[in-house]
């Protein structure tokens, strides 16, 4: 079965990094997209980002395009997101998620990922 464990998040002053990690396993994850999603307190989860595994196209929310970036190492089947000059409104959890996608470019919806990780909370202060 397919399980994905995101590590790397934490407590982190405004204007900080935070590289986080999605250790996939489970399957061969050819032909699927990895996302990240975030939800804070009180609000919706929201996409973040998202890569595809075989072509490695991307896909970013507004809100973080150039701020934050999504990569893979397919060898150790991880995905990252690098985030970069963290700002309070970044706190929220962050989860990984993966699913089919047999084309570019990568989803933005929840729903196309059936596969989710448990979270990992990012916390930033200012």
């Known amino acids: 079965q397919v399980q994905l464990v995101e590590s790397g998040g934490g407590l982190v002053q405004a204007g900080g990094s935070l590289r986080l990690s999605c250790a996939a396993s489970?399957?061969?994850?050819?032909?699927?997209?990895m996302g990240w999603f975030r939800q804070a307190p009180g609000k919706e989860r929201e996409f973040v980002a998202a890569?595809?595994?075989?072509?490695?196209?991307?896909a970013y929310a507004d809100s973080v395009k150039g701020q934050f970036t999504i990569s893979k190492d397919n060898a150790k089947n991880t995905v990252y997101l690098q985030m970069n000059s963290l700002k309070p409104e970044d706190t929220a959890v962050y989860y990984c998620?993966?699913?089919?996608?047999?084309?570019?470019?990568?989803?933005?919806?929840?729903?196309?990922?059936?596969?989710w990780g448990q979270g990992t909370q990012v916390t930033v202060s200012s």
């Open positions: 998620a993966a699913g089919f996608r047999a084309s570019a470019p990568p989803a933005r919806v929840g729903a196309s990922y059936p596969y």
């Open positions: 489970g399957r061969t994850f050819s032909n699927y997209a």
């Open positions: 890569i595809t595994w075989n072509s490695g196209i991307t």
